[in-house]
């Protein structure tokens, strides 16, 4: 009897340590699971197909095909972006690859995008349209060449890529499709090119010499003025006829939408206009919970609606794409800095007259 009211009253009970111990293992065998999984999913590419129904799209431009990246953020997606590559295959009918901001980040690092360049389809033409999260694109300062264009931005030009500094025509089968930085239809490009002007003028004004980065400011500053010069002329030649998509970094709203159309001084150069939007910024929510949808985004805060961070939608009568991304945002808290169960993600959109 003694000994039994030892049991009884003991400080650990008999098996006490295994079951804690095997909570632990089922524990840690979960963590482990999950963090593999995550890493497995966050290290493949997800490749989704869309089709962009337009009404009045032209014949010529029906199946026309665009490949829709954003937000690479220096990530890499397997050995020179071998991830990339397996899940776009070997397609190349793509009539156009659009980047939608943020593929270099706030490294500069410009390596893991030029890796990603090179498995994209030979010919086709790579439009990049800068972040607010990459470095400064024009060159302000003295740096390592001429161009008004910084170094990481010119070894792209070097590359191949089309900076999306101005609208952009790609004419097939008599059919045309624009592609414009979102920002041109609300800028006063008569205006803009007078400031540049005036900072040439100023310039030119001194009795000493330009020093090195003075030289290298009226340098941009000469090239802005002909963008400006090159913007109205290729706006001066679109057609009613022609498809517009405007594509922004972040996400357009129907307020940004309706400012843009109440900007509007042409009657073809307009968000009226406009067909499609391209956009990215919010990596899908970069945290997700498996199955469901996003834990929190910068700006729309907690349990966002997909629809404004992800995927396509129907805007104030456009259609807008927001693409998933393929690498992690900086505008995320701190404690969350990569992708949690939220895959990268690369899309082709299908543009088309019929319903499918």
């Known amino acids: 009897m ?20 095997a909570v ?3 524990l840690f065998l979960l963590l482990a699971v999950l963090f ?14 869309e089709y962009v129904t337009i009404a009045d799209l032209p014949a010529g431009l029906d199946n026309f095909t665009i490949l829709h990246l954003s937000d690479l953020n220096g990530a890499e997606l397997g050995d020179r972006q071998s991830a990339v590559k397996k899940a776009i295959g070997n397609r190349s009918g793509y009539g156009a690859v659009v980047l939608s901001g943020n593929m270099v980040g706030e490294s500069g690092d410009v390596q893991p995008l030029l ?7 030979v010919g086709t033409p ?25 170094d990481w931005a010119q070894q792209l030009i070097d590359a191949g890529v089309i900076f999306l500094d101005e609208p952009y025509s790609i ?11 979102e920002s041109l239809y609300t800028t006063d490009t008569v205006s803009t090119e007078k400031a540049w002007q005036n900072q040439i003028d100023m310039l030119d004004a001194q009795i000493e010499p330009l020093d090195a980065d003075q030289a290298a400011l009226r340098r941009t500053a000469e090239y802005q003025v002909q963008r400006m010069q090159r913007i109205r002329e290729k706006i001066a030649s679109m057609k009613d006829s022609h498809i517009q998509v405007a594509v922004s970094h972040m996400p357009l709203t129907r307020e940004s939408v309706a400012e843009s159309r109440a900007w509007a001084t042409s009657k073809v150069f307009s968000m009226s206009n406009v067909r499609l939007i391209l956009s990215g910024g919010y990596c899908a929510g970069q945290w997700r919970i498996p199955g469901g949808g ?5 700006e729309l805060g907690f349990f966002p609606e997909d629809v404004k961070i992800t995927g396509m939608g129907y805007l104030a009568g456009v259609w807008q794409h927001i693409s998933p ?7 995320y808290p701190w404690f969350m800095p990569m992708r949690l169960f939220n895959s990268p993600g690369a899309t082709m959109l299908v543009l088309t007259a019929t319903v499918h």
């Open 2 to 21: 003694a000994r039994r009211q030892q049991y009884i009253f003991s400080d650990e009970p008999r098996g006490g340590k295994g079951v804690k111990i």
């Open 24 to 26: 632990l293992a089922v």
């Open 36 to 49: 593999t999984a995550n890493l497995v999913m966050t290290h493949s590419v997800a490749y989704t197909r």
């Open 115 to 121: 890796d990603l360049l090179a498995q994209l389809p």
């Open 126 to 150: 790579v439009l990049l349209l800068p972040g607010d999260g990459d470095p400064a694109v024009y060159a302000t300062t003295a740096h390592a060449s001429l161009s008004p264009y910084q």
């Open 171 to 181: 004419t097939t089968d008599k059919a045309t499709i624009w592609f414009s930085p």
């Open 294 to 298: 996003a834990i929190w985004a910068p």
């Open 325 to 331: 991304g393929l690498g992690a945002s900086a505008e």
